[in-house]
């Protein structure tokens, strides 16, 4: 049972332009979601988050935003930069009790952007 | 560099067999999680302590158990290893905001 859905394995775009990498969740206690970011060789790195009560969050070239309705948030990167190239990951908790703590994450998708 | 480090960075075992799997978390951090990715699951939360405590529990197998010591580095022991254990298995330290996880760098679990 995939709580957490990435059904982009992949994504090819050329520098300078918008990615945007999506992620579906059918778990409606889900209130807290986040992207992480992974290359080759290291763990996966914190990249942003955002609230349920939020529907936008920004942070320099990264923005997150959530559908509550639809169950489905995407992220966005512009411009987009070769170093960007990883794989991103799409997590998901619950706020309180016993899933403090507990991400449930997304297969991943792999960014490639080229010169 | 998160600041987690994990030991050994690879390992290759024998079904039927015994390991553990060492972490230290960032300093100052109490809490420490475990992670399995596997090729066909993804990564998947295992479990989570707290100071010492267990906090939360995901899809850990009996045959896999953990534990966190006064210095707050953790361990992952897993037992009576079959094939489908082979996978990455990362640990994670936080403090304060707990879903900005420092993950580390991994350890790769080959089961023969």
């Known amino acids: 049972d995939q709580q957490v859905k990435q059904n982009s394995p992949s994504l090819s775009v050329q520098e300078g332009r918008i990615s945007i990498l999506n992620c579906d969740y059918t778990?409606?206690?889900?209130?807290?979601f986040l992207w992480y970011k992974k290359y080759p060789a290291e763990g996966p790195t914190f990249l942003i988050s955002?609230?349920?009560?939020?529907d936008k969050n920004e942070d320099g070239r990264f923005t997150v935003f959530l559908n509550k309705s639809a169950k489905h948030l995407s992220l966005q990167i512009v411009p987009s930069q070769p170093g960007d190239s990883a794989v991103y990951f799409c997590?998901?908790?619950?706020?309180?009790?016993?899933?403090?703590?507990?991400?449930?994450f997304g297969q991943g998708t792999i960014l490639t952007v080229h010169p | 560099d998160s600041g987690v480090t994990q030991t050994p960075k690879h390992l290759i075992t024998a079904t039927g067999q015994r390991v553990t799997l060492r972490c230290s978390p960032r300093?100052?951090?109490?809490?420490v999680y475990w992670y399995q990715q596997s090729l066909d699951q993804g990564l998947q939360f295992l479990i989570q302590?707290?100071?010492?405590?267990?906090?939360a529990k995901g899809n850990i197998l009996e045959r896999f158990s953990a534990q966190q010591f006064p210095d707050l580095h953790s361990e992952l022991n897993l037992s009576s290893l079959e094939l489908g254990d082979s996978a990455l298995y990362f640990c994670?330290?936080?403090?304060?905001?707990?879903?900005?996880?420092?993950f580390g760098p991994g350890t790769r679990l080959t089961v023969l």
């Open positions: 994670a330290s936080s403090t304060g905001q707990w879903y900005e996880q420092f």
């Open positions: 778990n409606s206690m889900f209130d807290y």
């Open positions: 955002i609230s349920s009560i939020k």
């Open positions: 997590a998901a908790s619950g706020a309180g009790g016993t899933s403090y703590g507990k991400l449930t």
């Open positions: 300093s100052g951090d109490l809490s």
């Open positions: 302590y707290y100071n010492g405590e267990e906090r």
